[in-house]
Nanobody, 127 residues
Framework: QVQLVESGGGLVQAGGSLRLSCAASGIIFSIYAMAWYRQYPGKQRELVAVISSGGHTNYVDSVKGRFTISRDNAQKTVYLQMNSLKPEDTAVYYC?????????????????????WGQGTQVTLSS
């Protein structure tokens, strides 16, 4: 049974930092690309960051320079370090695993529905 379990969400002041973690089980973690999505109320999930199995990364423009995705294959965990948080970063953040990714400009992208999803963790910014 595949499980992706997120943790690290919470309430933080604007300008602060949070680190989200996603622990995977039931998959060969090292061969999967991993990603973080977020979802605003009433909106579709949007891709925030992706890291390929080889460690190549890509980010949505709105978080570039503020968020960093990383992975620890030994721990089967993917992280999202979020700095300089803004009120518009308030959302539910989801971890995802995808076996097949595409490449654009030398950076990984996910164009199809990921294979597996976590349950989500709420990140709330207070101004």
């Amino acid at each position: 049974q595949v499980q992706l379990v997120e943790s690290g969400g919470g309430l933080v002041q604007a300008g602060g930092s949070l680190r989200l973690s996603c622990a995977a089980s039931g998959i060969i973690f090292s061969i999967y690309a991993m990603a973080w999505y977020r979802q605003y109320p009433g909106k579709q999930r949007e891709l925030v960051a992706v890291i390929s199995s080889g460690g190549h990364t890509n980010y949505v423009d709105s978080v570039k320079g503020r968020f960093t995705i990383s992975r620890d294959n030994a721990q089967k965990t993917v992280y999202l370090q979020m700095n300089s948080l803004k009120p518009e970063d308030t959302a539910v953040y989801y971890c995802a695993a995808d076996r097949n990714i595409a490449w654009r400009g030398g950076r990984p992208i996910i164009i199809n529905e990921p294979d597996f999803w976590g349950q989500g963790t709420q990140v709330t910014l207070s101004s």
